[in-house]
């Protein structure tokens, strides 16, 4: 809640920020941050208790954070305080406490006062629910309009005008406008992905690093099912070229900031920024002529664009969960044998407006997306799950609002055995969204992608196109972990022609695939069944002439 002084004068500062219950032992580095600007003299931070002034000059420009212990906040953050409140290390100002403050992890509240007077008070569990972890953020008058946890980013809403944009897809040409985009870098290469272990990819990175280009390397340390062998012979190859690997992980005391590092980015020469759905791997960058995902993907020509891009990925390497990972020698990722005939090739537009969408960060931006949506929504996603039993998708429901509203929306999903073999996969949901359709008359339809006519080994896609003209091309998956909890990265493009480009593809997914699998008739056990049931004829028949 934020208090207004008598007068009606709002304070210029504000609590923002802090974290009550952190990971270290005894939450020595919890912390608050205040923002604004102006002298700090009449300022107080107190729980009713204890608290703490600021010594006399002090003054805020923008903001500051105060930890109760600077050694521990070092820890946990990799860099100092602006302040602390315990005097453990004589390189950081400490504010004047009264009694030491010690913020309770589940009942607690924090009091600003401004000359004496109140004028912000923040409470848990009244005003925000704590947990282990997470971090209480103020946006606007609204405090944690999303889960934030320790070492996450917190960037805004962006966008970017007049962007040069090259759209491609997997696995028609995909490896094909890796290499030209590697092969073009002259000073700088900054990739981020879940997983790498196409040696090829990894030729490439090698071969920039020969002819002097600066390049850093960022993977999922604890992807599911581990590292396999193939990345860690990748990642090996890589290292030994002088090119430095990082993982992200968890160590003894402090988790890694996301779930997972999901997301798939590369920032070339501070120019360009490579944007995929897809892994680095031959399923996902397939060599020229083999099967493999269906995927989307682009390169983005915009300084700007690719210093916000760099901003991310310079952020992610920052906190104490990226370590150096060396790899091993071993057994390389071979490509498949299926051959997939081409038929998308690389395109090239002028003009879009670009917006980035990163998770956690800005994912709401595709509820927005949909929402935007006036004739048509077409989705092509690798799965969708929902919420809860009882509880859609908050994507699905949006999307289903808009037919609701009269939007035609297609949803097309994969077919991959391991997605429609359960009791509770794509199959079942595109039965679901179609009991939906046809209960209430609405101009929705889903399907299960027909792989082999298309020769795709799977659709591991995460897109979205609206209205022919946006589209987003992203690593984000439709379940509750991937937008909330997992480091994502993808952008919404403003623009006919690149929108316009994935609806051809789009259209070729759709076309030939099914509403559900088809199910192959069991004769076997018809037959099984039709001798029991005359065998229980003919036994009751007797049982009567007896």
Same mark, same amino acid.
């Given at each position: 809640?934020?208090?207004?002084?008598?007068?009606?004068?709002? =304070?210029?500062?504000?609590?923002?920020?802090?974290?009550?219950?952190?990971?270290?032992?005894?939450?020595?580095?919890?912390?608050?941050?205040?923002?604004?600007?102006?002298?700090?003299?009449?300022?107080?931070?107190?729980?009713?208790?204890?608290?703490? !002034?600021?010594?006399?000059?002090?003054?805020?420009?923008?903001?500051?954070?105060?930890?109760?212990?600077?050694?521990?906040?070092?820890?946990?953050?990799?860099?100092?305080?602006?302040?602390?409140?315990?005097?453990?290390?004589?390189?950081?100002?400490?504010?004047?406490?009264?009694?030491?403050?010690?913020? %309770?992890?589940?009942?607690?509240?924090?009091?600003?006062?401004?000359?004496?007077?109140?004028?912000?008070?923040?409470?848990?569990?009244?005003?925000?629910?704590?947990?282990?972890?997470?971090?209480?953020?103020?946006?606007?008058?609204?405090?944690?309009?999303? #889960?934030?946890?320790?070492?996450?980013?917190?960037?805004?809403?962006?966008?970017?005008?007049?962007?040069?944009?090259?759209?491609?897809?997997?696995?028609?040409?995909?490896?094909?406008?890796?290499?030209? %985009?590697?092969?073009?870098?002259?000073?700088?290469?900054?990739?981020?992905? /879940?997983?790498?272990?196409?040696?090829?990819?990894?030729?490439?990175?090698?071969?920039?690093?020969?002819?002097?280009?600066?390049?850093?390397?960022?993977?999922?340390?604890?992807?599911?099912?581990?590292?396999?062998?193939?990345?860690?012979?990748?990642?090996?190859?890589?290292?030994? =070229?002088?090119?430095?690997?990082?993982?992200?992980?968890?160590?003894?005391?402090?988790?890694?900031?996301?779930?997972?590092?999901?997301?798939?980015?590369?920032?070339?020469?501070?120019?360009?920024?490579?944007?995929?759905?897809?892994?680095?791997? /031959?399923?996902?960058?397939?060599?020229?002529?083999?099967?493999?995902?269906?995927?989307?993907?682009?390169?983005?020509?915009?300084?700007?664009?690719?210093?916000?891009?760099?901003?991310?990925?310079?952020?992610?390497?920052?906190?104490?969960?990226? +370590?150096?990972?060396?790899?091993?020698?071993?057994?390389?990722?071979?490509?498949?044998?299926?051959?997939?005939?081409? &038929?998308?090739?690389?395109?090239?537009?002028?003009?879009?407006?670009? !917006?980035?969408?990163?998770?956690?960060?800005?994912?709401?931006?595709?509820?927005?997306?949909?929402?935007?949506? &006036?004739?048509?929504?077409?989705?092509?996603?690798?799965?969708?799950?929902?919420?809860? !039993?009882?509880?859609?998708?908050?994507?699905?429901?949006?999307?289903?609002?808009?037919?609701?509203?009269?939007?035609?929306?297609?949803?097309?999903?994969?077919?991959?055995?391991?997605?429609?073999?359960?009791?509770?996969?794509?199959?079942?949901? +595109? %039965?679901?969204?179609?009991?939906?359709?046809?209960?209430?008359?609405?101009?929705?339809?889903?399907?299960?992608?027909?792989?082999?006519?298309?020769?795709?080994?799977?659709?591991?896609?995460?897109?979205?196109?609206?209205?022919?003209?946006?589209?987003?091309?992203?690593?984000?998956?439709?379940?509750?972990? =991937?937008?909330?909890?997992?480091?994502?990265?993808?952008?919404?493009?403003?623009?006919?022609?690149?929108?316009?480009?994935?609806?051809?593809?789009?259209?070729?997914?759709?076309? #030939?695939?099914?509403? =559900?699998?088809?199910?192959?008739?069991? /004769?076997?056990?018809?037959?099984?069944?039709?001798?029991?049931?005359?065998?229980?004829? +003919?036994?009751?028949?007797?049982?009567?002439? !007896?």
């Amino acid at each position: 809640m934020i208090c207004v002084v008598p007068g009606g004068a709002i =304070s210029q500062v504000r609590i923002t920020e802090f974290c009550p219950d952190p990971y270290l032992h005894d939450d020595a580095d919890e912390y608050i941050v205040l923002s604004g600007n102006g002298p700090l003299d009449g300022i107080t931070v107190s729980d009713g208790k204890s608290g703490f !002034r600021f010594p006399p000059g002090s003054t805020l420009m923008g903001e500051c954070t105060v930890a109760r212990n600077g050694t521990a906040f070092i820890q946990s953050h990799g860099q100092p305080p602006d302040y602390e409140w315990q005097d453990t290390s004589p390189s950081i100002p400490d504010v004047i406490s009264t009694k030491t403050l010690r913020m %309770a992890n589940t009942n607690d509240v924090l009091m600003l006062y401004e000359n004496g007077q109140l004028v912000q008070q923040v409470a848990w569990p009244a005003d925000v629910r704590p947990r282990e972890g997470q971090v209480h953020f103020l946006e606007g008058d609204v405090w944690d309009p999303r #889960p934030l946890m320790l070492g996450q980013s917190h960037f805004s809403p962006a966008e970017f005008h007049d962007v040069t944009v090259t759209a491609f897809v997997s696995p028609d040409c995909s490896d094909e406008v890796f290499g030209m %985009a590697i092969g073009n870098a002259s000073k700088e290469i900054l990739l981020n992905v /879940y997983e790498f272990s196409n040696p090829s990819m990894a030729d490439a990175l090698t071969g920039a690093r020969a002819r002097g280009v600066g390049v850093q390397v960022l993977v999922e340390g604890g992807p599911v099912g581990g590292i396999g062998q193939e990345e860690k012979t990748a990642l090996w190859q890589v290292n030994r =070229s002088g090119i430095p690997v990082y993982a992200m992980v968890s160590t003894k005391t402090i988790p890694a900031p996301y779930r997972y590092n999901h997301a798939k980015y590369v920032v070339i020469d501070r120019q360009n920024v490579l944007i995929a759905s897809e892994n680095f791997k /031959y399923s996902g960058f397939a060599a020229e002529g083999t099967t493999g995902n269906r995927g989307w993907g682009v390169i983005l020509g915009d300084p700007a664009t690719a210093a916000y891009f760099a901003s991310v990925f310079q952020t992610d390497m920052s906190g104490p969960s990226v +370590v150096p990972y060396p790899g091993e020698p071993g057994k390389n990722e071979t490509p498949s044998t299926e051959q997939h005939t081409v &038929e998308f090739t690389p395109r090239t537009f002028e003009g879009a407006t670009v !917006r980035p969408v990163l998770a956690p960060d800005t994912s709401t931006q595709i509820t927005d997306l949909i929402n935007s949506a &006036e004739q048509t929504i077409d989705i092509e996603e690798a799965y969708i799950t929902n919420e809860t !039993r009882f509880t859609l998708n908050p994507y699905l429901s949006a999307a289903i609002n808009a037919s609701r509203r009269g939007v035609h929306v297609r949803v097309l999903l994969d077919s991959y055995w391991f997605n429609v073999d359960g009791k509770n996969d794509n199959d079942e949901m +595109v %039965a679901l969204i179609n009991h939906i359709a046809a209960a209430e008359h609405l101009p929705l339809e889903a399907r299960c992608a027909e792989l082999r006519t298309n020769q795709i080994e799977k659709i591991h896609n995460k897109g979205v196109i609206v209205d022919g003209k946006r589209v987003l091309v992203s690593s984000i998956n439709w379940n509750s972990n =991937s937008p909330n909890f997992n480091r994502e990265a993808g952008v919404i493009i403003d623009h006919p022609g690149v929108a316009g480009y994935f609806s051809a593809v789009f259209e070729d997914d759709w076309n #030939p695939s099914v509403t =559900s699998p088809v199910t192959e008739t069991d /004769y076997l056990k018809i037959a099984v069944a039709l001798l029991v049931v005359a065998a229980l004829l +003919v036994y009751w028949y007797y049982r009567r002439r !007896r």
